[in-house]
């Protein structure tokens, strides 16, 4: 590992050299998604240039040349994740597919009528609908954990809802709304003292911090390579090998496929069984690439870099009249969820943007916990390692323009 230095990583990302509206480009949407490195970049284009073939190491030599680099991809993945196997891996699109190929795989073979699922108010859409689709299938019920004024979740609260009927616990592992880093390690123990099995989303965790699925002890991990970095089209799902092995498949078709006849089809184990038809390879292995680009710095570097970069900005942005941060939870990663007097989210979205600021102002797919807080928007500036103080000071240079009414809105 290099010395951490916000510009000189900056550097590697040849986009954010980009100007915009003659400004130079000041990434700030990075819970959206993040950019990409030159070594990704350069990753994709020579697996197009040298590996490109579909997977079936036998065939000639390419296919092997492809075969191995998405399965060294697979091994990589594994090991971000402290996942005991690289078997445990499924490459799927997102993590929004990945969890609908929970919620309807492990969901279709263990959750009947009169059984529940628990989710967090702090969900995304991709972590609310599968499952509600999930409910209006079967008959069971979705109960949702409260979170207090703060934005985090209420434990004491989120026990009384499990029971003996709880099938599963959906929660995320970093709220893309609000920024709130939820307990759940400690929100796994009790689910599974309750016999329920666990997904943890980790589509914003994965960039900000350590991610160990083994401590966790989570039976289901998802997260979407283009917020680490890598490319969109690609996302992981983990699983135990346990309830892996014992997860129907979801989709059918070539690759998940042992035996064929007319009569009867004897599928691959994991992590085959759940692969069906050719992937996104280049993608995968350009999620490899991100992979190893982010542990060339550390997470436990960035984890420390962001933080002190999160508590700078929430302490300058405060400073801004009018200012109401949405989410104030003790433990927050990467998110400065905000609405400002008299200014439509929108609006200041798109004065920023005329800065070269770029922000998410909207619901964010998280319409329940906005409302939750009596909001319909926000402005969302999300940090990642290398945005830099200079970011955060223009950033709030801008807002106090926009409030003094000095930046047309
Ligand atoms: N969960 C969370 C917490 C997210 O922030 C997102 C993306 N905004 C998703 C799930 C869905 O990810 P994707 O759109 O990449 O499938």
Redesign the pocket.
Known sequence: TRPFDPYTVKRDFPILQEKVHGKPLVWLDN??TTQKPQSVIDRISYFYEHENSNIHRAAHDLAARATDAYEVARQKTARFLNAGSERDIIFV???????NLVAKAWGGRNVKEGDEIVITWL??H??IVPWQQLCGATGAKLRVAPVDNTGQVILEEYERLLGPRTRIVAM?Q???ALGTIVPVQEMTAIAHRYGACVLV?G??SVSHMPVDVQTIDCDFFVF?G??VFGPTGI?VVYGKPDVLAHMPPWQGGGNMIADVTFEKTIYQPPPNRFEAGTGNIADAVGLGAAIDYVESIGREIIDRYEHELLVYATEKMLTVPGLTMIGTAKDKASVLSFVLDGCRSEDVGKALNQEGIAVRAGH??AQPILRRFGVETTVRPSLAFYNTKDDVDLLVATLHRIQAGRVKR
Request: one cysteine or more.
């Open positions: 819970a959206a699109r997102g993590a929004t597919e990945g969890i969900e995304h991709a972590n995320p970093v709220s893309n989303d589509a914003q979407s283009h917020k996302g964010h797919c």
